[in-house]
């Protein structure tokens, strides 16, 4: 594009050429929107043209050089140039050029500084005993830049200083803050609130309030009792007061150990029923299956023995008749011989008489 071969004629052979009249600081919240102004007071015609931080021309005249949706022209003339850049980021943060372009190049340079406002702060309370009983207070909000001031307001009118701690996040700029403060006196009624104040909050404080009663329903600082600083002074009726809070917080312990136990033992219990179901199921199927194969191999045997029984009695049957014939055969055998014999028997007799008639003849 025409307008980008400008940008780099302007900004590398001319750099030398360059004028600058004055530098300017914005300072805008992260997400909000950054309006940017270039006016020159010369009536002659000249081309005005922004530079973004890195070096690239964001308009020239009003022709769009970057192709972002963020970057608007609001107002274009021969003597201005007024841009917008909506929902600012820390990448936006740099230096920003305004070019004029006339028998000389002169230069505007406006300075953005983004801020990043801090979150609401976060109060945990702790209670040890190291050297005599004391409650700790912890502060902390994160993504802030630069750091906010941490202080703690005890009661209504002592504000104090506590230990703060910075620590950055990868980028180098945000950082995360965190301030403690120890407490080894307090009453029933004392209050401490931990107060953050910030560039970006323009005047404005975040505030996370603490009551130190608050102590007697909290299970995990309940050693922390209410007291005063002297020993001798305590009131026997808010140490009696503490011990039954003690042994209430011991017994609530306790019955809490024995909830999550039955629970526990209750679903042990169902997993059990489920899995004897599932196992007899299985055991059912089982036998179901070993019936069928019972009944289909009874069935085959039954078939085997009936077809074995046919072939048996097709057997007899066939040996009965053949015996009944060979019999039949064997009597009328038998028989022809028997009358065989009888006729043979018959036939000597005759002989015999023949015999005897001849030689009684011969005689």
């Known amino acids: 594009m ?20 004055h530098m300017e600081t914005v300072t805008v919240e992260e997400g909000q929107t950054l309006t940017l102004k270039c006016v020159i007071s010369q009536a002659e015609t000249t081309s005005l043209q922004w530079l973004a931080p890195s070096g690239f021309t964001i308009f020239f ?14 107002h274009y003339a021969s003597n201005q140039l007024s841009i917008r850049v909506l929902n600012v980021t820390q990448q936006d943060e740099g230096v920003y050029k305004c070019l004029h372009y006339g028998n000389s190049v002169r230069t505007k340079e406006v300075k953005v500084i983004v801020l990043a406002t801090p979150v609401k702060p976060t109060l945990e309370v702790s209670a040890r005993m190291q050297n005599g009983e004391h409650v700790l207070l912890k502060c902390s ?13 005890l009661g209504d009118d002592m504000e104090l200083q506590g230990e703060t701690h910075h620590e950055y996040e990868t980028d180098g700029k ?25 560039k970006g909050l323009q005047g404005r404080k975040l505030v996370a309030p603490f009551r130190f009663e608050d102590l007697v329903t909290d299970q995990e600082t309940v050693s922390a009792a209410l007291e005063t600083s002297s020993p001798s002074s305590q009131d026997p009726q808010q140490s009696t007061s503490t011990e039954a809070n003690r042994q209430f917080v011991g017994l609530t312990r306790k019955n809490s150990g024995y909830l999550l136990l039955s629970l526990v033992s209750f679903l042990i219990f169902i997993l059990f029923i489920i899995v004897q179901l599932f196992i007899m199921k299985i055991r059912k199927a089982h036998v179901i299956w070993k019936k069928e194969n019972e009944i289909s191999e009874h069935t085959l045997e039954s078939y085997r023995s009936r077809s074995n029984n046919e072939e048996t ?18 009597i009328t055998q038998l028989y022809s011989e028997a009358k065989t014999k009888t006729k043979e028997k018959a036939q000597p007799s005759k ?5 005897t008639h001849i030689q009684e003849s011969i005689v």
């Open 61 to 74: 005249s009003e022709h769009s050089g970057l192709k972002n949706s963020k970057y608007q022209l609001l």
């Open 2 to 21: 025409w307008w980008r071969l400008c940008s780099l004629l302007a900004w590398f052979p001319l750099q030398e050429a360059f004028q600058t009249d």
């Open 351 to 355: 002989f015999k008489g023949e015999l």
């Open 174 to 198: 945000k950082c995360n803050s965190t301030s403690t403060l120890r407490v080894h006196t307090y009453g029933k009624n004392s209050t401490a609130s931990c107060i953050v104040r910030h």
């Open 313 to 330: 009695s097709s057997q007899e049957n066939n040996s009965q008749t053949s015996r009944s014939k060979s019999c039949m055969n064997y």
């Open 141 to 153: 909000t994160v993504r802030s830049k630069p750091p906010p001031q941490i202080t703690w307001l």
